[in-house]
């Protein structure tokens, strides 16, 4: 997000949280952007916010229960897959329609 590489936005940021996040406040209101990837919470987020899609795909850091996303625009989903013993494995699809 603009201005500020740590930056995040919870999928339960809400009230004072949510209007005193800068960067998440920058970007809707510019309103230039119809998807924004970001990271740094090690917590997987679909959400939509004013017509704005926000997805961080989690973690890879091992102790936060490792795992990749896959964005799927065709399918409209994000599609998660758990990193374990060594393998890749689905773990969940959440809808790109999300709106908390």
């Known amino acids: 997000m603009p201005g500020d590489g740590m930056a995040t936005l919870g ?14 406040q920058q970007v ?3 309103q230039r952007h ?10 997987r987020v679909v959400r939509r916010l004013q ?7 989690g973690t890879l ?3 936060h229960g490792p795992c990749v996303g896959m964005l799927d625009l065709e399918a ?4 998660y897959f758990d990193w374990k013993d060594g393998a890749l ?11 908390r």
Request: aromatic share 6%; proline share 4%; charged share 25%.
């Open 11 to 24: 999928a339960d940021d809400a009230g004072y949280g949510l209007e005193n996040n800068g960067p998440v």
């Open 28 to 30: 809707l209101r510019e």
């Open 34 to 43: 119809q998807i924004v990837l970001s990271g740094h919470s090690h917590r």
């Open 51 to 57: 017509g704005i899609l926000f997805v961080n795909a």
């Open 61 to 63: 850091f091992r102790e």
């Open 76 to 79: 409209r989903t994000m599609r």
């Open 89 to 99: 494995v689905e773990a969940e699809a959440q809808p790109l329609t999300a709106t």
